[in-house]
């Protein structure tokens, strides 16, 4: 009976997989167990149907605009001190352990974040988005993925480089793109549409659709035809 209703669950969230039959009762019935607790700590919290894990953080809850079956995991800190809406589609998901900083100066209020419809992050994630964080549909990345929207200035020798400023131009991701673990994303960086991204990648140019990119710093190793 459960492993037919997860079934259902699975198709009604567009996912096209098939339960293997090879997985234990026992875990099906846990992860109802824990989806559960997690409902009902979103609708607790959130007075919304979201899946939030243990010890999580949001702060300025006005500011957050969540879609369907979003899932946000234990000890999560979601700053929604933005200039912007914090977007977060239908079925997103922010694994353990990570962290949004939408303003990180009191000198300029930040940008903040949009996350797709079906796209997921795994635990340790680090959101620097002063500079503003768009990440498209169907984006899957794996653990200890950091964004870092803003860059220091340090071209002027007369003056201290935490005194001369910053970059704030963003960082953009488009549309059905896997991210490797370890993954570095800075200032200005955009990554096209159906691109992978290799594990340990420090990504600092503009990327077209169809890449297969990697390196420090990232270079199109092969395009995807």
Avoid at 101 to 118: A, D, I, Q, R
């Amino acid at each position: 009976m459960f492993r037919k209703q997860l079934q259902k669950i699975v198709h009604k969230a567009g996912k096209s997989y098939q339960i293997d039959p090879s997985i234990p009762d026992q875990l099906i019935i846990r992860s109802f167990y824990v989806r559960g607790l997690m409902l009902v700590r979103g609708l607790l919290k959130l007075r919304k149907k979201v899946f939030l894990g243990r010890n999580v953080t949001i702060l300025n809850k006005s500011n957050f605009v969540l879609g369907k079956n979003v899932t946000i995991e234990s000890y999560t800190i979601l700053d929604g001190y933005a200039s912007q809406k914090i977007f977060l589609g239908d079925n997103a998901k922010i694994g353990s352990f990570s962290k949004l900083l939408s303003t990180s100066h009191f000198s300029k209020l930040g940008v903040g974040l949009k996350m797709g419809n079906n796209s997921a992050i795994g635990d340790y994630t680090h959101f620097g988005a002063p500079g503003g964080i768009e990440i498209g549909d169907n984006v899957i990345m794996g653990s200890y993925i950091s964004f870092h929207s803003e860059n220091h200035n340090f071209l002027d020798p007369s003056k201290l480089i935490r005194e001369q400023g910053v970059t704030s131009r963003g960082i953009k991701l488009g549309n059905n793109i896997w991210v490797g673990a370890k993954v570095t994303f800075l200032d200005g960086c955009e990554v096209g549409n159906n691109s992978v991204v290799a594990a340990g990648a420090v990504v600092n140019g503009v990327y077209p659709d169809n890449s297969v990119i990697g390196g420090v710093p990232a270079k199109v190793i092969k395009t995807i035809s």
